[in-house]
C-alpha cells in the first residue's frame, strides 16, 4: 500500500473519531471501514487480526452504548467548543499518557472549557458532571474503542 493511500486511511480514521464527537454521524463505522479497506490492500496475517479484533470491539462497544442511558443533549449546555475541547483531551491524553490518558483527558477537556466560560472550579466541576451524565459516557466509550484502533492501526503501519 503506497504512502498516499496510507494517508488516505488515516484521514478517514480521522474523520470517524471526529464523528464520534458530532451526533449523527457514524464516526466508529468510519474507522471500521479505513481499517478493513487498509486490511483488503496489505492482506496481511496482522491486518486481518486488526479486522477481527476491530469488528468485535465495535460491536462490544455497540452493546455497551445501548446499555447506557439515552443521550440527552437538551437543555445542559452543550456546545461545539466543549465538544472540540473534549476531542481534543482525549486525543492529546492518547498520546501523551498512551492509552488510558483518553480517559482523564477528555474529561478534562469538558472540565476546561465549563472553567472558561462559568470561571469558577464549582460551577464547572458541577457543569462538568452533568455533561458526563447525559452524553459524556457513551461518547467516551465510542471515542475510546476508535482511539484503541487508530492506536493499533498506526502500531501496525509503523511497526511493519
Known sequence: MGAWQLLLVGLVML????????P????PWLVWAAVMWWAL?????????LLVGSTALLLLTQVVVWQLPARRLRGIGVTRRMVVYAGAGALLGFFLVPVVGAVPGYIGGIYLCERFRLGGHGPAVASTRTVMRAIGTSVLVELF???????????AVLGG
Open 15 to 22: 474523520l470517524g473519531l471526529l464523528g464520534v464527537l458530532i
Open 24 to 27: 449523527g454521524v457514524p464516526g
Open 145 to 155: 474503542a476508535c482511539l484503541l484502533i487508530l492506536g493499533a492501526w498506526m502500531g
Open 41 to 49: 490492500h496489505v492482506q496481511t496475517g496482522l491486518a486481518w487480526w
